[in-house]
C-alpha cells in the first residue's frame, strides 16, 4: 500500500497525459483572443495586460534577492532547489505571458500558458 501511495502522483500523471494526447487538440474560441484592455499607451499594444505582468518579475527578482544570499542557512537550504525552481517559473510566467499580450493569437499563447 505505501509503494501504491508512493507512485500515486506519477500514475496521476501518466494517465492525464495520455488522455489529453488521445483527445487531441481544444480548439480556442473564435473572439478569445479579444481582451477588454484594447489601449496602446508608450507604443505598448494591450498596455495594462502587458504591464500587470510586471508585478510577476519583480516578485521573482525580489524572491531571488532575498533568498539566494540565505540559500546555505539550515532552514531554506533543503528547500532551496524548489524555491528557485519556482522563483525562476514565476520570471519566466512573466516573460511568456507578456510576449503573449503583446500581439495575442494562437500562435502566441503557448508562452502564455
Known sequence: M???HRQLPLLLTVLLA???LFHGPIAQPAGYHDFADQSVVLG???FS????NLGFALAAVW???R???ARRHPDIQSGWAGYR???IGLFLTAFGSSWYHLAPDNASLVWDR
Open 2 to 4: 505505501k509503494t501504491l
Open 49 to 52: 495586460d502587458v504591464i500587470s
Open 85 to 87: 525552481l519556482f522563483l
Open 44 to 46: 505598448i499594444p494591450h
Open 67 to 69: 533568498l539566494a544570499p
Open 18 to 20: 495520455a488522455a489529453a
Open 63 to 65: 524572491g531571488w534577492v
